[in-house]
């Protein structure tokens, strides 16, 4: 609870601006690729994603504000004997991975008010992630709040004032904290609609 008042202190505080400053709202699809252990547990592309991310524009060209997410990762695993410790069952896996970031933000336009304006940004804060292994009556659950640093890179295609469409690309490395003792990582593919207001 004291992590999830932190972050919310802390998204306050970034995005807090006058109230003339222009504000860019994103929404986008999330396209997730396991990487590392979570690549390991969850060998396929997640098709269930999105994010919000939000920006206040201190200059045209640098903008602060947060990013909240949400990837879920599945995989059914075929008939097999696993083994967890001393124990061995056999029979069909059904693996989930949920991972919920929310993090500060900042990005850095490189063409602010041009059609074509790539950027790149960085993100640090805490990712919710929870596991699961189900098989046959039984489910293994394990979770984590991680410490999380998030780059990205991307483009975006202005075609209004007021609006644009974006392609990101956004690497998250969650620390290894809790019950998963590997860091949990994963990048995402967002494609996503700008809206701006002032």
Do not use: C
């Not at 986008?28 to 098709?47: E, P, R, V």
């Not at 075609?159 to 809790?178: D, N, P, Q, R």
């Not at 590997?182 to 996503?192: D, V």
């Amino acid at each position: 609870m004291k992590k999830i008042l932190y972050i919310s202190a802390l998204i306050f505080a970034f995005s807090y601006a006058p109230l003339s400053a222009q504000t860019n709202t994103t929404f986008s699809y999330a396209m997730g690729f396991g990487m590392g252990d979570l690549g390991d547990f969850i060998s396929k592309t997640s098709f269930r994603g999105a994010t919000l991310d939000f920006r206040k524009m201190a200059r045209p060209d640098v903008g602060f504000g947060f990013s909240l997410g949400w990837n879920t990762f599945y995989e059914e695993k075929a008939y097999d004997t696993y083994h967890d410790g001393n124990a061995s069952l056999s029979g069909r896996q059904y693996r989930y991975s949920n991972h919920v970031p929310m993090l500060i933000s900042a990005d850095y336009y490189f063409n602010p008010g041009e059609k074509v304006s790539p950027f790149i940004g960085l993100g640090t804060g805490v990712t919710y992630t929870r596991r699961n292994t189900d098989m046959s009556i039984y489910t293994i659950e394990q979770d984590a709040w991680n410490f999380t640093l998030q780059p990205e890179i991307g483009v975006q295609f202005n075609s209004s004032l007021s609006s644009a469409t974006t392609i990101m690309l956004k690497y998250y490395h969650g620390f290894a904290a809790g019950e998963l003792e590997a860091a949990q990582s994963y990048l995402s593919l967002n494609i996503g609609f700008v809206f701006r207001s002032l």
